[in-house]
């Protein structure tokens, strides 16, 4: 951790607040670099099991919670299929999982976390958890809402878990169109929820990243949220030697400066 000791001063900390735009073909046009993203306000952050957002982005939700931004964390299955300790209570897995992930919460100044329920390892883009996410979309009403890909990485298939996929895909799908529209699940309307429309989701795990951000300022708040899920890692020293190497890798495929970590991710205009 010394190298991270070196780089988490005052002005490190300060420039990685800032979200880099850089272009990954110089001659794109799509990108402008240099132009940071505005600050969210409302993110709303849904993932498939407790810990993929810590893995994912959260360098980046310490980065905006920092700055101001209200962060909710949306976590769709209990996460009940999987533990690193062959030994642990199966029986209270989920309450110990969720109790894991507010504590990773707690350490990026997230300021609430949803869990859905859904059974770890089963889930699919079902009408239900559309309708749930769209609930939480319309109470939440988030400027911007961080999810997973729905898309397969063939070269990184750990990554694309199907519960990942069909966590993204419904999220997509709350998205556009549901928890815009009147229509769809009339129940939430009914309930007192106006639509409400996303404007932009930001992908993470993408195939085709376009976007990244400077986490070296809050590399440690990452560790910290992943040291909290201690029924998933038993050796956080090598987890975060792992995560930083992934870190510095995509800080270098982005072109930023050498000691950098960064996360990165594919931004969607859902306007
Ligand atoms: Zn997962």
């Known amino acids: 951790m010394t190298e991270a000791t070196a780089v988490d001063d005052e002005d490190g900390a300060a420039e990685a ?5 850089v272009p990954l073909d110089p001659s794109s046009s799509a990108l402008e670099a240099g132009d940071p993203d505005p600050l969210p306000e409302r993110v709303l952050v849904v993932a498939a099991h407790p810990d993929d957002a810590d893995f994912g982005a959260s360098g980046t939700i310490a980065s905006w919670a920092a700055q101001g931004a209200s962060v909710t964390y949306c976590i769709v299955t209990d996460g009940a299929a999987g533990a690193a300790d062959p030994g642990i209570d199966l ?15 707690e350490a990026l100044g997230v300021e609430d976390v949803i869990f859905l329920g859904y059974a770890d390892g089963r889930l699919e883009p079902s009408q239900e958890v559309r309708r ?16 997973q890909s729905p898309e397969r990485d063939y070269r990184r298939i ?11 895909e419904a999220t997509l799908r709350a998205v556009y169109p549901d928890a815009r529209n009147p229509y769809a699940h009339p129940e939430l309307l009914a309930a007192g929820l106006e639509p409400f429309e996303v404007p932009e989701v930001w992908l993470m795990a993408s195939t085709n990243p376009d976007r990244v951000v400077d986490i ?56």
């Open 91 to 105: 029986a209270n897995l989920a309450s110990i999982r969720q109790g894991e992930q507010r504590r990773a919460a």
């Open 216 to 271: 070296t300022g809050h590399f440690e708040e990452k560790v910290a949220a992943l040291s909290a899920h201690a029924s998933q890692i038993t050796d956080i020293t090598s987890v975060a030697s792992f995560v930083r190497e992934w870190a510095a890798e995509t800080a270098r495929r982005f072109g930023l400066p050498p000691g950098r970590l960064a996360e990165a991710f594919q931004v969607v205009d859902t306007r």
């Open 17 to 21: 607040n800032e979200a880099v735009v």
């Open 132 to 147: 749930d996410v769209s609930r939480v979309i319309r109470q939440v009403r988030p400027d911007r809402v961080v999810a």
């Open 158 to 168: 750990r990554a694309s878990h199907p519960d990942h996929l069909a966590a993204g």
